[in-house]
């Protein structure tokens, strides 16, 4: 605007549009813009083909890593000696960055399936344990063997005991980490059960890996189906169908349906009060994870939910988990789930690390484990409004009973029952810092607008209250020298008519 071109009517024009336009500008930030920029940012949560919730999603969108230790039996010489309890040492960890696309996307909103291929690639530099550390554990497919016959007659326990004394039976195994966790090993009796090509022992391989064939396969977890938060936030990210069933069928009624989180979305709107669920397809069961305490992250409000006593329940504390007991077999004691199902009906359980929150009867005829609150928990840090999980750690321990059998050799002289565990896997992610200015960018957007607004109201009545000293003190520009000139231009007129 060029002030010596304009008169003073053009100024006051120019000078009230502008506040007129601030004032009207302002007042829309103010009232309005909380609202609808709320909407705006819930409006891109739902995940859809190439939206900015997608891109996050369908690959790692942080740094994952995932650790698993092993626990070494320090004296299975001593196995059948009352005066010496069985020793574990935990080694680790060995750690490797754990990244996961998913592929084979079929969108049925408000529902996506898909499978999720994971990639692990070992971190020496991060990593305690070497690669051929060697670490000696039960003989865990002789137990498995022992318990599935027990409950059979003694003449079927006779040719059990007859197999495993002449198919590779013992009472300890001994390999590397490597071959524990991806390399593999041949074991004996492990290619005689394969051999057997049996229903109820659906082996894939003589060989033998706790994750064997897992790096790089996009099938062995399965397919999943989520909810894409489409018309319901408030279901996002909630496990609809796993392997396009609704219901696992290894544990019975509601503690073998297929439901919570995969990890990671999680539905936004949050309340306190309501308990996180994740399924864990490894455990082919949900966890639950309840609030605990108000926490910050870069300056973000979130609340920091963990795991308790009642993760692990088998009914001692809630009746409705009484259905994670096993028909025919003993529901084994508060914080131990019994994988019995999930592993061919082997002796197999899982629980906390070193049984953190768990009956100290597993521990008793042990040494060597040493449960800590702040080390063996399980934590899911999650920005409620929006459902952000800013900060993840999930850990399980295997274990496996060994039990005195007078059937079987190998195991008839055992001095203490004792539950021996054989690896913990544990999974930690966190935000970004890029991606945490990010979220503390869009849940202030409403703050920041509605400031913004106030600032411009306030310009608006400051440029108002110009405008009015302006008129009365007759200050605008040029407005002397256009008075001038209108007298001027009057008086010739005047004098032009007379």
């Not at 063997?145 to 013992?170: D, Q, S, T």
């Not at 492990?190 to 090509?197: G, I, N, P, S």
């Not at 938060?229 to 996002?236: K, S």
């Not at 896997?425 to 849940?443: F, G, H, I, P």
């Amino acid at each position: 605007m060029c002030c010596d071109c304009c008169s003073v009517r053009q100024q006051k024009c120019w000078l009230y549009g502008w506040a007129s336009f601030l004032l009207i500008f302002g007042s829309f930030l103010v009232a309005a813009w909380p609202s609808l920029s709320r909407q705006w940012i819930r409006s891109m949560l739902p995940l859809k083909p190439n939206s900015l919730m997608y891109n996050n999603w369908v690959t790692t969108p942080t740094p994952v890593y995932t650790s698993f230790y092993l626990f070494n039996w320090t004296n299975p010489q001593d196995l059948n000696n009352a005066a010496v309890k069985p020793h574990f040492e935990q080694l680790g960890p060995y750690t490797f960055s754990d990244y996961k696309v998913k592929e084979d996307l079929v969108w049925q909103q408000p529902q996506v399936t898909y499978y999720g291929r994971r990639t692990w690639h070992f971190l020496p530099e991060q990593s305690k344990g070497k690669w051929e550390d060697i670490i000696i554990t039960p003989h865990f497919p002789t137990l498995t063997a022992a318990r599935y016959v027990r409950r059979y007659p003694r003449l079927l326990r006779k040719i059990m005991n007859f197999a495993l004394n002449r198919e590779g039976g013992g009472t300890y195994m001994r390999h590397t980490a490597g071959e524990w966790l991806f390399d593999s090993f041949h074991d004996d009796s492990v290619d005689f059960a394969y051999r057997l090509h049996s229903p109820l022992l659906p082996l894939q391989s003589e060989q033998f890996a706790w994750f064997l064939d897992r790096n790089n396969s996009k099938l062995y977890e399965g397919n999943f189906s989520i909810h894409t938060g489409l018309g319901d936030l408030r279901q996002m990210g909630e496990l609809q169908l796993w392997k396009g069933q609704a219901h696992t069928g290894y544990y019975a009624g509601e503690c073998g349906k297929v439901n919570g989180s995969t990890g990671e979305l999680f539905a936004a709107g949050r309340q306190w009060h309501e308990a996180i669920s994740i399924f864990l397809s490894d455990s082919s069961r949900f966890i639950n994870l309840y609030a605990q305490t108000n926490v910050s992250v870069n300056g973000i409000p979130a609340w920091r939910y963990e795991t308790d006593e009642r993760s692990f329940d088998n009914g001692q504390l809630s009746a409705d988990t009484k259905c994670f007991c096993v028909p025919k077999l003993p529901c084994p004691a508060n914080g131990v789930l019994d994988f019995a199902p999930v592993a061919y009906y082997g002796p197999i359980y899982v629980s906390h690390p070193h049984f953190h929150m768990t009956d100290a009867s597993y521990r008793a005829n042990t040494t060597g484990l040493q449960p800590r609150g702040d080390e063996h928990g399980m934590h899911v840090i999650i920005e409620p409004t929006l459902g952000i999980p800013t900060d993840l750690k999930g850990q399980i321990m295997v274990s496996v009973l060994v039990q005195r059998d007078e059937a079987i050799d190998f195991l008839k002289d055992i001095a203490y029952d004792h539950y021996a565990p054989l690896f913990v896997v544990q999974l930690q992610t966190e935000l970004t810092k890029d991606m945490l200015s990010q979220l503390k960018l869009a849940l202030n957007a409403p703050a920041i607008g509605r400031y913004i607004g106030i600032g411009l109201l306030c310009l608006a009545v400051a440029l108002f209250i110009v405008g009015v000293v302006l008129t009365k003190k007759h200050k605008w520009h040029n407005e002397e020298q256009q008075s001038a000139l209108k007298a001027a231009a009057a008086l010739e007129s005047t004098l032009a008519k007379d």
